[in-house]
C-alpha cells in the first residue's frame, strides 16, 4: 500500500525559505510522477508542482515559478519542495501527490495527509 508523508512545515516570515520533504513507502517510487499540491482556507487544492519519475521534467505553477524548486531522489524515495522568497499567500496546507504523469493533474491518486505552511507578513 502505497503511504506518503510530507514533513518540513512550520511558520515563517515573508521572504524566508521552507524545504518541504515527502517520504513514500510501498509501491515503486521511482516509476512514478510526484507532486507537490496545496490548499489555503476557503479555497480549492490547486497544483504547486511536478517532477517525472527520472526527474527530468518538472512542471511549475505561474504563482512559484522562480521561488519553488521540486527534486526527488529514488534512492531515498523522497521528493522535495524548496521554497525561497515566501510570502503570506503562500499559506497552505501543502500536499504530496504521486501520480502517472508529471503535468497531468488529473493523474495523481495517492496523496499524503499534508504539512502546514504559514507565511506571516
Known amino acids: 500500500q502505497v503511504q506518503l508523508v510530507e514533513s518540513g512545515g512550520g511558520l515563517v516570515q515573508a521572504g524566508g525559505s521552507l524545504r518541504l520533504s515527502c517520504a513514500a513507502s510501498?509501491?515503486?517510487?521511482?516509476?512514478?510522477?510526484m507532486g507537490w499540491f496545496r490548499q489555503a482556507p476557503g479555497k480549492e487544492r490547486e497544483f504547486v508542482a511536478g517532477?517525472?519519475?527520472?526527474?527530468?521534467?518538472?512542471s511549475y505553477a505561474d504563482f512559484v515559478k522562480g521561488r519553488f524548486t521540486i527534486s526527488r531522489d529514488n534512492a531515498k524515495n523522497t521528493v522535495y519542495l524548496q521554497m525561497n522568497s515566501l510570502k503570506p499567500e503562500d499559506t497552505a496546507v501543502y500536499y504530496c501527490?504521486?501520480?502517472?504523469?508529471?503535468?497531468?493533474?488529473?493523474?495523481?491518486?495517492?496523496w499524503g495527509p499534508g504539512t502546514q505552511v504559514t507565511v506571516s507578513s
Open positions: 501527490a504521486r501520480g502517472k504523469i508529471a503535468t497531468m493533474v488529473n493523474s495523481y491518486d495517492y
Open positions: 510501498g509501491g515503486t517510487f521511482s516509476s512514478h510522477a
Open positions: 517532477i517525472s519519475w527520472s526527474g527530468s521534467i518538472t
